[in-house]
């Protein structure tokens, strides 16, 4: 079943499924893109049970971008308690049934299981969401050259995630398209210029959903310490981060100018952010995000 929503509703993925020729009759199938790419793609995610994987099987199946019969999902552990309500779904513990039944590899394993990996992909299509690994690496280890790098993050979970990407030559157009539309299900997908983007985003936007949640937990500390009850400091605190960061979006204002206008009044605002200024706030975040990219670049 696919959703239908009018031509100029249509979300970036529907407007490539159609090309694919996913809707029967929604596309010239004489098109170029339609020979390259399959109409009947089928994604296997190698650790398609774990946080980042299970996010990106489900977006795909709840957006109707993939259809349950496309999609194989590796674990060595479980059964796909994950995909229960999707029984089309085909779960299997032999990564080399999924490689031998997937067009599309997604790789969402721990960057430490990368290695002991015993699949050959044989040229296959894949995109790996590890941190620490370059494409180098990835193409090394399971045989092919049609690499993507793609960083999500854990945002992922309710379609929100910042999900860039970066795709070695030898990856086709009709490919970046499949992928950035694939991608697309959990949030905002973008192909980079550059690996070297990417790996400072994985320190920007793959770890970025940690630092609202620092910023949330002392907060939290400090109402509990003025004495406010546990329901109403958490109120207060989750309200505001939201609240914040949707004016932010909203508005499209800068950052900057939002800090100038609030500390204009120089009232309690103005003196939270500059003792806090005054302390280091700005370079301590600064060094935090170079000490995440110097790993995202030489892991340990
Ligand atoms: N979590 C995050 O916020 C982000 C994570 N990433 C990257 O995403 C990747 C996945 O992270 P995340 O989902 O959080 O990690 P998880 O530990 O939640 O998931 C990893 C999954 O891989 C499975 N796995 C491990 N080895 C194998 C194997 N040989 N074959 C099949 N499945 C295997 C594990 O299951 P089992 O042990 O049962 O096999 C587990 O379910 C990492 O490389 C990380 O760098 C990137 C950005 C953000
Ligand atoms: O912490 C990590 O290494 C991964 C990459 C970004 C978020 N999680």
């Known amino acids: 079943m696919y959703i239908c929503v009018h031509e100029k509703e249509r979300p970036e ?53 993939v259809s349950p019969e496309r999609l194989v999902i590796s674990s060595r552990s ?3 308690e994950a995909y229960r309500n999707w029984p089309g779904v085909r779960c299997v513990k032999d990564n080399r049934e999924l490689v031998a039944l997937a067009d599309v590899v997604v790789l969402s394993v721990r960057p430490e299981d990368l290695a002991s990996l015993e699949v050959e992909l044989d040229d296959k299509l894949v995109i790996s969401l590890l941190a620490m690994a370059p494409s180098q690496e990835i193409a090394n280890q399971l045989g092919s050259r049609r690499v993507v790098r793609a960083m999500p993050n854990a945002a992922a979970e309710i379609r929100r995630a910042y999900f860039p990407w970066f795709a070695s030559p030898q990856v086709s157009v009709a490919d970046k398209r499949l992928v950035q539309a694939l991608l697309a299900s959990c949030g905002t997908a973008r192909e980079l210029p550059t690996e070297r983007d990417l790996d400072y985003l994985t320190a920007l936007s793959g770890a970025g959903p940690a630092y609202p949640a620092l910023l949330a937990q002392s907060m939290l500390e400090h109402a509990r310490g003025a004495g406010l009850s546990e329901e109403i400091a958490r109120e207060a605190v989750m309200q505001t981060l939201v609240g914040g960061s949707l004016l932010l979006e909203t508005l499209g204002t800068e950052p900057g100018d939002m800090v100038e206008r609030l500390i204009a009044y120089d009232g309690t605002t103005a003196k939270g952010l500059r003792t806090m200024m005054d302390e280091g706030i700005v370079q301590a975040i600064h060094r935090g995000l170079d000490a995440a990219h110097r790993a995202a670049i030489s892991p340990p």
């Open 13 to 65: 993925w529907m407007v490539v499924m159609r090309r694919w020729k996913v809707c029967p009759g929604d596309v010239d199938s004489g098109s170029e893109e339609v020979k390259t790419m399959s109409q009947d793609a089928v994604i296997g995610i190698i650790g398609g049970q774990g946080w980042m994987g299970r996010a990106l099987g489900m977006a795909l199946l709840e957006r109707n971008v």
């Open 78 to 80: 479980s059964r796909g």
